[in-house]
């Protein structure tokens, strides 16, 4: 079955350094996602990417945030300046259509980024 | 308010038993509803979307009142692998961006 994959699974990094989530959707799906998760709390949307762009993104996604499809296979959240408050699950998701009809989206497994 | 709002639970209940969940969302422009669930430090997954009329598969069924902004969620029957985190989620009209409620969590125990 396809699935999202997510490298890497854990990232341990200091304050204030870059760091890059990578994420390889489903190969048919056209919306890929980032969301993320603080322990204890909920799925947060981040950010939303068609047809190479950004098609919508939340408040936490500030100028800190990029994100990028560097070669049509991978989908990569980029962190330039990491915050202690930046530690969390981010997940990437994607889906073949846009959520409004079916909802579905295909999450990868998380990458838990823990920032010292 | 919150966007969406679940009771978090934790629910415990026996196997066999009949366990609901409900939700309330604060949009009244909200557009689709689901429900997903998520199993500890796991990913969530679509588990049901939720219709106007009400839609069941299996042993769950999930119902929508829209005048009062409420979602709900049955389980019948509940399996000790139904211990989940059960995750209330809502489009408010856009295509790209589904808003989570903090969700509720079930314990079926033996």
């Known amino acids: 079955e396809p699935e999202v994959t997510q490298t890497p699974s854990h990232q341990v990094t200091q304050m204030g350094q870059e760091v890059i989530l990578r994420c390889v959707p489903i190969?048919?799906?056209?919306?890929f996602y980032w969301y993320r998760q603080i322990l204890g709390q909920k799925v947060e949307f981040l950010v939303s990417?068609?047809?190479?762009?950004?098609?919508?993104k939340s408040e936490i996604f500030d100028d800190q945030f990029s994100v990028e499809r560097p070669d049509g296979s991978n989908f990569t959240l980029k962190i330039r300046s990491t915050k202690l408050e930046d530690s969390a699950m981010y997940f990437c998701?994607?889906?073949?259509?846009?959520?409004?009809?079916?909802?579905?989206?295909?999450f990868g497994e998380g990458s838990r980024l823990t920032v010292l | 308010r919150k966007e969406v709002e679940q009771d978090p639970g934790p629910f415990n209940v026996p196997e066999g038993a009949t366990v609901a969940f409900n939700c309330t969302y604060s949009?009244?422009?909200?557009?689709?509803f689901f429900w997903y669930r998520q199993d500890c430090r796991k990913e969530p997954k679509l588990l049901m979307s939720v219709y106007s009329s009400g839609n069941e598969d299996g042993r769950f069924t999930a119902q929508l009142n829209r005048a009062s902004q409420y979602i709900s969620l049955l389980i019948r029957d509940s399996k000790l692998s139904d211990s989940a985190t059960y995750l209330c989620?809502?489009?408010?009209?856009?295509?790209?961006?589904?808003?989570f409620g903090t969700g509720t969590r079930l314990q079926v125990t033996l």
């Open positions: 990417f068609y047809n190479n762009e950004i098609s919508e």
């Open positions: 989620v809502v489009n408010t009209g856009t295509a790209s961006k589904l808003t």
């Open positions: 949009n009244s422009a909200s557009q689709s």
């Open positions: 998701a994607s889906s073949v259509q846009g959520v409004l009809r079916t909802g579905e989206l295909f």
């Open positions: 190969s048919n799906h056209l919306y």
